[in-house]
C-alpha cells in the first residue's frame, strides 16, 4: 500500500477528453451518495490506496463552462480537506500494523463508511466515536463476519478493499457515541452487579445451609430441649504427719509443701477417674439409675442396658477433677440432673479417697516397721540363748579359780600366824619355873589344831594347784558367754531403738485427707450454658466452612491451571 506524499493537496479537474487511459466508475460519475461528494473515491486497484480526488456533483463537466473551470484547475483545497489530511498525517505517525489498518477497513464497511485508505477509515470511526482497536468492537466484528452470508451479485467482499460496491447508503439510525458509550458502561455496570448479587446469593445460601442452620440447631437443643444439670463443687487436699525428728536434711526438704505428698494426690485423683470408682459409685449409691431416668434428654440419657464403657464415658463427662500442684489441692466438680444426688455423689467420692489414702499410708507404716519388728525378735533369741549358755557354764564350776587359790593361801597364811602365836606362848610358858599346866595342856591341844588346818589348806592349795588347767579353761568358757551376753544385750537394745524410730517414721508417713470445700447442693443449674455453647458450635461451623471453601478454592484452581 502506497502512502500519498505530505503535500498540499489542489483540486483538480478532468474532462474526458483530458483523462489519460482508463479509470474507474467511481471516478467517471459524480457519486450517487450525497455524503460521497466530500469523500474520495475507491481505489483504481486493490493493491493501491493512493487515488485522485473527486469533484462534487456540482462542478461536473460543462462544456460551455469549460473554459472557466479551467481557470479554476489550480484552486487550493477547503479547510475541512486539509483537516482531514492532518488527522491521516497523525493517523500515519502512530505506527498502525497493518492486521490493525486492515480490521479499522472492515470495521469502517461494516458500519457504513466508504474510507479512501485504511488511514482513512481509521479517522472516520474516530470521528463516528467508535474505538476500531477496543476488545469488545473487535469480538462483534468477527462474529458478525462468521455468521454474515456471502454477499449476491458481486460475490463475497474481500480485502483490502477501500469502498463496499453495490450498497446504499442511507442516514445513519444510531445515537452518538457519548450515548452509546455511556449506554454501553451502563450495561457492563449492570451486569457486574448482576453477577455481585448472584455470588452474594450463592454465598448467603451456603453460609445459611452450613453454618447459621446447624447454629440455630445447636442453640434450639441448649436452650430449648437439654436438661439442666445441677454441679457441686468441692475441694480436698492430702497432708502428712508433722514432726521431723531423726529424719535427715534430705528428707525434710520437702515437709510441709505440696511436693510431699504430690504422688499420694495424684494416686487419688486416678482412682477417683478410674472405672473402679465408677462401679462402687453405682454400687452404693445408683450412678447408672440417675442417668438413665426417662425425662433426662436423649443426648445425655444413659440406657438402661447401656455397657460398663457408655456409663465410664458418662461418669468422665460429668465428673471432672483437678490436681493443682503449686497448692496440693485437688478440686472436683460433679454434675447431675438433681442438686441433691450431686451433693450425695461428691460425699461418696471424697470417702472412697480417704479410705484410698489411708490404705496408701497404711503399707508404708507397715513397710517401715515390719523390718523393725523381726530385727528385734530375732535380738531376744539371740539374748535368751546366751544367758542360758552362761547360767549352764556356772553351774557346778568355780566361778573364780584364781581367786580360790589367793583365799586358800591367805587362809594358810592366817593359821602360820596364829600357830606361831601359840607356839611363842607355849614357849613362854615352858620357860617358867613352874609353868600352867592347864595353859600349857590348852596350848599344845591349839597348837595341834592349828597345824592340822594348815596341813588341810596346804591339801587344798595342791589340789588347787594342780588343777588349774582345768579351772582357766572353765573361766575362759564363761568369760566367752559373759561377752555373748553382753554382745546380745547391745543387739536387743539397738533392735529396740530402731523399732522405736521406725515407729516414729510410720507415724511421720501417715497422711490424712482434709476437705478444705465441703460439696454444698446447687439451688441453679450450671450446665448447659446456652449462649456460650451456641457461639463455640457457631465459630466451629464457621471455621469449618471456612477450610473447606479454602481448600476447595486452591483445588478448582490446581486443576484449571
Do not use: C
Not at 355 to 371: F, G, I, P, Y
Amino acid at each position: 500500500m502506497t502512502t500519498k506524499p505530505k503535500a498540499r493537496k489542489f483540486r483538480i479537474r478532468r474532462t474526458p477528453a483530458s483523462q489519460p487511459g482508463p479509470v474507474s466508475d467511481t471516478a467517471q460519475t459524480p457519486s450517487e451518495d450525497p455524503r460521497q461528494d466530500q469523500q474520495y473515491p475507491g481505489p483504481q486497484s486493490s493493491g493501491s490506496s493512493s487515488s485522485y480526488t473527486s469533484e462534487p456533483a456540482s462542478a461536473a463537466y460543462d462544456p460551455e463552462t469549460e473554459t472557466e473551470t479551467e481557470t479554476r484547475a489550480g484552486m487550493v483545497s477547503s479547510a475541512s480537506e486539509m483537516g482531514a489530511s492532518r488527522d491521516i498525517d497523525a493517523i500515519r505517525n502512530e505506527g498502525l500494523t497493518g492486521r490493525q489498518l486492515r480490521m479499522a477497513r472492515r470495521m469502517a464497511q461494516k458500519h457504513g463508511l466508504a474510507p479512501t485508505s485504511d488511514f482513512d477509515a481509521v479517522r472516520l470511526l474516530r470521528a463516528k466515536g467508535i474505538d476500531p482497536f477496543q476488545r469488545s468492537n473487535i469480538l462483534e466484528l468477527v462474529t458478525t463476519n462468521n455468521t454474515q452470508p456471502a454477499e449476491t451479485g458481486e460475490g463475497r467482499i474481500q480485502l483490502p478493499q477501500t469502498v463496499p460496491t453495490g450498497q446504499t447508503y442511507l442516514p445513519s439510525t444510531e445515537v452518538s457515541p457519548a450515548d452509546r458509550r455511556a449506554s454501553e458502561i451502563m450495561q457492563i455496570q449492570r451486569d457486574i452487579g448482576r453477577r455481585r448479587r448472584r455470588k452474594l446469593a450463592l454465598l448467603m445460601s451456603r453460609l445459611l445451609a452450613f453454618v447459621l442452620l446447624p447454629t440455630f440447631i445447636v442453640g434450639y437443643y441448649y436452650f430449648s430441649i437439654a436438661t439442666p444439670m445441677y454441679s457441686t463443687k468441692s475441694e480436698f487436699l492430702i497432708l502428712t504427719a508433722d514432726g521431723s525428728a531423726g529424719s535427715s536434711p534430705a528428707s525434710g526438704l520437702f515437709s510441709g509443701t505440696a511436693f510431699a505428698t504430690g504422688q499420694d494426690s495424684i494416686a487419688t485423683q486416678s482412682y477417683l477417674q478410674s472405672k473402679d470408682a465408677m462401679l462402687r459409685l453405682d454400687q452404693d449409691v445408683g450412678f447408672r439409675e440417675h442417668f438413665s431416668q426417662p425425662w433426662i434428654d436423649p443426648i445425655q440419657r444413659l440406657d438402661p442396658d447401656a455397657t460398663n464403657e457408655a456409663a465410664y464415658s458418662i461418669y468422665k463427662k460429668y465428673v471432672k477433677l483437678g490436681y493443682d500442684p503449686t497448692e496440693g489441692v485437688i478440686r472436683m466438680e460433679l454434675s447431675t440432673a438433681d442438686p441433691e444426688v450431686s451433693q450425695q455423689f461428691s460425699q461418696k467420692l471424697i470417702e472412697y479417697a480417704e479410705e484410698r489414702v489411708d490404705h496408701l499410708s497404711q503399707e508404708k507404716r507397715q513397710d517401715a516397721v515390719k523390718t523393725a519388728v523381726a530385727s528385734l525378735d530375732d535380738a531376744k533369741a539371740e539374748r535368751r540363748a546366751a544367758q542360758e549358755r552362761l547360767v549352764t557354764l556356772q553351774e557346778g564350776s568355780i566361778l573364780d579359780p584364781e581367786g580360790e587359790v589367793a583365799n586358800i593361801r591367805a587362809l594358810i597364811q592366817n593359821v602360820e600366824l596364829q600357830l606361831q602365836e601359840k607356839e611363842l606362848a607355849l614357849n613362854t610358858q615352858l620357860n617358867n619355873s613352874r609353868p600352867n599346866a592347864a595353859k600349857v595342856e590348852a596350848l599344845r591341844s591349839q597348837i595341834e589344831v592349828l597345824q592340822r588346818e594348815l596341813a588341810k589348806q596346804n591339801a587344798r592349795l595342791t589340789d588347787a594347784t594342780e588343777n588349774s588347767a582345768s579351772l582357766a579353761s572353765q573361766a575362759a568358757e564363761i568369760q566367752m558367754a559373759q561377752a555373748d551376753l553382753a554382745t546380745a544385750d547391745l543387739v536387743l537394745q539397738s533392735a529396740l531403738e530402731a523399732k522405736r524410730a521406725s515407729e516414729i517414721e510410720a507415724n511421720k508417713q501417715v497422711r490424712y485427707l482434709t476437705v478444705s470445700v465441703t460439696p454444698v447442693a446447687s439451688q441453679d443449674p450450671s450446665y448447659p450454658r446456652a449462649f456460650e455453647n451456641t457461639i463455640v458450635a457457631f465459630l466451629i461451623f464457621a471455621g469449618i466452612y471456612l477450610m473447606v471453601s479454602l481448600t476447595a478454592s486452591i483445588l478448582r484452581e490446581q486443576v484449571s491451571s
